[in-house]
């Protein structure tokens, strides 16, 4: 198998990890499919009971004693009755803000065959919740105030953890995806410019187009082609994705919350909430909601 490329040292500084979680918990929804979801990269072991996936129009079967290795983006997911998983979720960007990973994953493997990384997460676990045989999603995407020692600990092993995912995706084949080049610049500041477009009012692609020194019609097209979907319904996914957030680790009140997003009445944010995820916000923050995997 061919190595890996060598990254120069001004690339590899410039990669970000932000780790999300890591649980081992029985999923809160079952025998039902959530509506599409955006999820970030992660991995999870299914311990007992089975999970399915959808992407798009391709299902993915995960049953017990099988891995899954997602890719960011859309998806919806169904799970058995009492299923249990151990789970990680983290973002990794090149430093264009694009995805070091995306293609070759969303697929399921036999935890047997990578059994050192199954160890890893577990060790993983341990060394982020300690004693605790469980922890939930909700609990475990807590946001807590942590001494600079404890957070430099759980940093470190967090690392540890991604150099046995990237060695197993490395053995199954799995290469980093390409970063744009030079070519490709106009598509990368498009990128950063959209992650950075406020969620608060409309898109304009036209302010786009002039910062790129192109048609809104070719920014549009652009936009597509890297997203898979139009800029419009991206930055729904952005502002689902915020909500979600938001309602999960915040007290806020929902009307703060539905003004930050761009909503000027908060029936107007309630509707639109339960419209993309099934349920009211207060349903979803009251925990019936959470389908972190």
């Not at 694009?98 to 997460?121: F, R």
Request: a positive charge; glycine letters at 8%; charged letters at 25%.
């Amino acid at each position: 198998m061919p190595h890996s490329p060598l990254l120069p040292a001004a690339l590899w500084q410039g990669i970000t990890c932000e780790w999300l979680w890591v649980y081992h918990g029985i999923a809160p929804r079952v025998l039902m499919w959530s509506q599409e979801i955006t999820v970030p990269a992660g991995l999870f072991f299914v311990e007992s009971g089975g999970v399915k996936i959808r992407v798009g129009k391709i299902e993915t079967e995960v049953p017990e004693g099988y891995a899954f290795f997602s890719a960011p983006g859309l998806r919806q997911q169904w799970f058995q009755p009492k299923t249990r998983l151990l789970s990680v979720g983290f973002r990794s960007l090149w430093p264009e803000g694009l995805p070091v990973y995306l293609t070759g994953l969303n697929s399921a493997l036999p935890t047997e065959e990578i059994k050192d990384l199954h160890l890893a997460t577990r060790r993983l676990f341990r060394e982020i919740h300690g004693q605790q045989k469980r922890v939930s999603y909700a609990k475990a995407t807590e946001v807590a105030d942590r001494e600079l020692k404890d957070w430099a600990m759980q940093e470190a092993a967090f690392r540890t953890w991604f150099a046995h995912y990237v060695r197993t995706l490395d053995q199954q084949g799995i290469k980093p995806m390409n970063r744009p080049g030079a070519g490709d610049r106009r598509l990368q500041h498009l990128h950063r410019w959209l992650q950075a477009a406020p969620l608060n009012r409309p898109l304009d692609l036209e302010e786009a187009a002039q910062r790129v020194n192109l048609t809104s019609r070719r920014v549009h097209e652009l936009l597509k082609q890297e997203l898979g979907m139009t800029a419009q319904r991206y930055q729904e996914r952005r502002r689902l994705e915020l909500a979600r957030q938001r309602l999960t680790h915040e007290d806020t009140a929902l009307k703060e919350i539905a003004f930050a997003l761009g909503f000027r009445h908060p029936p107007h944010f309630t509707a639109w909430f339960r419209r993309h995820a099934g349920m009211t916000p207060t349903a979803f923050r009251e925990g019936l909601g959470l389908e972190g995997a």
